[in-house]
T-cell receptor
Framework: GAVVSQHPSRVICKSGTSVKIECRSLDFQATTMFWYRQFPKKSLMLMATSNEGSKATYEQGVEKDKFLINHASLTLSTLTVTSAHPEDSSFYIC????????????FGPGTRLTVT | KNQVEQSPQSLIILEGKNCTLQCNYTVSPFSNLRWYKQDTGRGPVSLTIMTFSENTKSNGRYTATLDADTKQSSLHITASQLSDSASYICVVSPYGGATNKLIFGTGTLLAVQP
């Protein structure tokens, strides 16, 4: 149980375009979903926290207009990187929690974004 | 200063050997400490979760220990296999408040060679 999927697993896009990444909880209802970014050989960095039906809470330094997060249902959250630039190239990982909080998070397999 | 420090940064061992990875943290108070395994290009997978009152937790060939007094944890891998090659991340969850964010260590990159 507690499986989280992400789609796509890899995406290459051109600079200036937008790309959407989906995060789904397959066998449980995720009250809270989290989006992380990970650069090579670095720790996961929390970008934002989203609760179903409400606006996402962004971490300091993360542009909410650039990284649009939608958590429309208890099993799906999406991250849209708008007007992507090469420096947005990174590994994006989502996680999901059944409870409102950070206690037990189940991580997705990640999405590798490359902006050319 | 990173609140969760791991050592060594990287480690190479031969298949079948044991190894121990270290985690020192300054997060206080904390709710739980976790060890994750992250394969290259994949998301983290939970190995163990220990509350502040637990001293040890095992999951197959993985055994985690916790000393809340010295704020140290270790992950011991027994009889290593090639598939153990991955990054191992120590994660601390602070206690209390509305912003209990997971605090990630920088990881130890383990390479198991035949």
């Amino acid at each position: 149980g507690a499986v989280v999927s992400q789609h796509p697993s890899r995406v290459i896009c051109k600079s200036g375009t937008s790309v959407k990444i989906e995060c789904r909880s397959l066998d449980f209802q995720a009250t809270t979903m989290f989006w992380y970014r990970q650069f090579p050989k670095k720790s996961l960095m929390l970008m934002a926290t989203s609760n179903e039906g409400s606006k996402a809470t962004y971490e300091q330094g993360v542009e909410k207009d650039k990284f649009l997060i939608n958590h429309a249902s208890l099993t799906l959250s999406t991250l849209t990187v708008t007007s992507a630039h090469p420096e947005d190239s990174s590994f994006y990982i989502c996680s999901a929690s059944e409870t409102s909080g950070y206690y037990e998070q189940y991580f997705g397999p990640g999405t590798r974004l490359t902006v050319t | 200063k990173n609140q969760v420090e791991q050592s060594p940064q990287s480690l190479i061992i031969l298949e079948g050997k044991n190894c121990t990875l270290q985690c020192n943290y300054t997060v206080s108070p904390f709710s739980n400490l976790r060890w994750y395994k992250q394969d290259t290009g994949r998301g983290p997978v939970s190995l163990t979760i220990m509350t502040f009152s637990e001293n040890t937790k095992s999951n197959g060939r993985y055994t985690a220990t916790l000393d809340a007094d010295t704020k140290q944890s270790s992950l011991h891998i027994t009889a290593s296999q090639l598939s153990d090659s991955a990054s191992y991340i120590c994660v601390v969850s602070p206690y209390g408040g509305a912003t209990n964010k997971l605090i990630f260590g920088t990881g130890t990159l383990l390479a198991v060679q035949p």
